[in-house]
């Protein structure tokens, strides 16, 4: 075994957010990504970083599962790490964690988990700028164009040029931030983020170069933004030589069906076919409802013997609560594709009296076709002349065929 020196630098991984906007059904550090939590993932690139003291700041009843995360990543520098309760708020979590700090730490970065993707680069970076004097703050410019409003007015412009947008790790010296915590607790003040509390106590904070894949996983369609980032690295499999009984023509084509309903009566405006209809009655579902792109996830995942749309993206699986066509889809492509199969063309017909789909026909086929990476998609509609449940405008019921072809690689299980 290894004898790993004693730090002179803690990071402190904040992991005891609720996680409300993702609606994961957990905290969001331990909403998986793909067969690891969002906390694994901020765990890996820490502990590939230079070696430092970890402290896992874990909500309370969830320090079990955060010290199983902590030994996965954490390998022969296990040592390093400890895992601790957090607060009722961010500041009281971040003060726990440096309750735990060990003597010999100088140097304090402060780390959010749900910025899962950062590189160790980035982390090493802010260590190496930090001194005994300034704080250093992770930054990426503003790209947007940002407008000042009062109301529903727009009543002048910011220049973006002296904005930036904050991330995390960030560092500070151990002995000022240790004063500052002390002062904001005394104050009774709460403050978004560390580098602010260390402003607010008189002490300069420097930015530094961020990173894009430092972003925050908030939403659901960070999560899913994760989620192909992490695919894209993943290394193509080399195909195995098939057997005899399991060889195939370099090009299969394959075909599946899928169907489903759901009932008016949900909350918000009605999503169908990938894009939104004001002043429409909504659909009821797990996700927004909407069954012409759950027809076709069903489709696509049946051609390709996956199982179906239950088994990826139901209740198991409250990330996708509240999802939209997009999000379905291109996952739904990505398993494909991690099964050698490419996706030829999707057609869809859903039956319902309303929404009237004529006129936005071209934008909706536009839609799915763009979240499936540009496969052909049409979409047509029709009345049931007043018959069933359809017909008597109790909700919608959708039917889509999909054409799949193998890429020539060992193509998943057959059906």
Same mark, same amino acid.
């Given at each position: ?41 901020? /765990? ?22 955060? @010290? ?8 022969? &520098? ?8 957090? $607060? ?12 735990? /700090? ?6 304090? =970065? ?18 190496? +700028? ?9 930054? =990426? ?50 403050? %978004? ?33 994760? &989620? ?12 195995? +030589? ?10 299969? +084509? ?25 002043? @429409? ?28 749309? $239950?088994?990826?993206?139901? %209740? ?17 492509? @990505? ?27 071209? @934008? ?21 002349? $007043? ?29």
């Amino acid at each position: 075994m290894t004898l790993i020196p004693v730090p002179d630098t803690a990071i402190i991984v904040v992991a005891a957010g609720s996680g409300t906007r993702l609606d994961g059904g957990a905290p969001k550090a331990f909403v998986g990504i793909d067969v690891h939590s969002i906390l694994r993932h901020a /765990l890996d690139g820490v502990f590939a970083a230079a070696p430092a003291q970890v402290i896992v700041v874990a909500p309370s009843g969830f320090e079990g599962d955060a @010290e199983t995360e902590l030994r996965a990543a954490a390998g022969d &520098r296990i040592d390093l790490g400890r895992v601790v309760t957090g $607060g009722g708020t961010r500041q009281q979590s971040v003060a726990a964690g440096l309750d735990a /700090l060990w003597g010999d730490v100088r140097t304090v =970065l402060v780390h959010d988990a749900a910025r899962a993707l950062t590189p160790p680069a980035l982390i090493d970076a802010v260590r190496a +700028a930090v001194d005994a004097d300034t704080g250093i703050l992770p930054t =990426l410019p503003v790209v947007d164009t940002l407008k000042r409003v009062d109301g529903d007015e727009v009543v002048g412009p910011i220049d973006r040029s002296e904005l930036a947008a904050a991330q995390t790790p960030q560092g500070f010296p151990r002995p000022l931030l240790e004063r500052a915590y002390e002062r904001a607790l005394a104050d009774g003040v709460e403050y %978004t983020d560390d580098a602010a509390l260390f402003a607010a106590a008189g002490h300069t904070v420097r930015h530094i170069d961020g990173s894009a894949r430092g972003f925050k996983i908030t939403t659901p369609a960070d999560l899913e933004r994760a &989620r192909h980032l992490l695919a894209e690295e993943r290394p193509a499999a080399t195909p195995a +030589a098939p057997s005899p009984v399991d060889a195939q023509p370099p090009s299969v +084509a394959r075909v599946g069906i899928g169907t489903d309903v759901h009932a008016f009566g949900g909350d918000g405006t009605l999503w169908l076919a990938g894009i939104e209809w004001p002043a @429409e009655r909504p659909l009821s579902g797990h996700s927004d409802g909407d069954a012409v792109a759950h027809a076709i996830v069903d489709a696509l995942l049946g051609a390709a013997g996956l199982g179906d749309i $239950g088994e990826h993206f139901g %209740t198991a699986h409250p990330e996708y609560a509240g999802a939209h066509a997009d999000v379905f889809l291109a996952r739904t492509r @990505e398993l494909l594709a991690e099964s050698g199969f490419e996706i030829g063309n999707v057609s869809a017909q859903f039956q319902g009296n309303r929404p009237r789909f004529s006129a936005r026909r071209a @934008e909706a086929e536009r839609a799915l076709s763009a979240a499936l990476g540009g496969a052909p998609v049409s979409v047509t509609a029709t009345t049931t002349d $007043g018959l069933g449940f359809t017909g008597h405008g109790e909700g919608i019921s959708v039917t889509a065929i999909a054409l799949i072809h193998s890429n020539g690689l060992r193509a998943g299980k057959e059906s």
